[in-house]
């Protein structure tokens, strides 16, 4: 009933940037907390960046200063502008939401937890 699309993934030499664009999509109310992780081969998927309601926001000490997550209530949609890129920022990268809260039949209403993209590859290369 509810899912989450990524995209603007791709190749990018170091130093330049790249923004990736996360779309809720379905009948939905509201959503909690959304967030960017990125995971590489052979490694746990890790929290890249993570935004309440109200805008604060959280990051992996690898990104701070370079890595800016945004959100847009309105839209259902969150965005992760990505600066001063290195090639260990090469990973998928997966948009989530830990609670949406969407409407079902005859306006009740459910919630889906921990809902997760497929996925955008980034590969920072020279």
């Known amino acids: 009933q509810v899912q989450l699309v990524e995209s603007g993934g791709g190749l990018v030499q170091p130093g330049g940037s790249l923004r990736l664009s996360c779309a809720a999509l379905?009948?939905?109310?509201?959503?909690?907390?959304m967030g960017w992780y990125r995971q590489v081969p052979g490694k746990q998927r890790e929290l890249v960046a993570l935004i309440t309601p109200s805008g604060r926001t959280k990051y992996a000490d690898s990104v701070k200063g370079r890595f800016t997550i945004s959100r847009d209530n309105f839209k259902k949609t969150s965005d992760l502008q990505m600066n001063s890129l290195k090639p260990e920022d090469t990973a998928v990268y997966y948009c989530?939401?830990?609670?949406?809260?969407?409407?079902?039949?005859?306006?009740?209403?459910?919630?889906?937890?921990?809902?997760w993209g497929q996925g955008t590859q980034v590969t920072v290369s020279s």
């Open positions: 379905g009948n939905i109310a509201s959503i909690n907390d």
């Open positions: 989530n939401a830990d609670q949406i809260r969407y409407y079902i039949k005859d306006d009740r209403m459910a919630m889906e937890y921990d809902s």
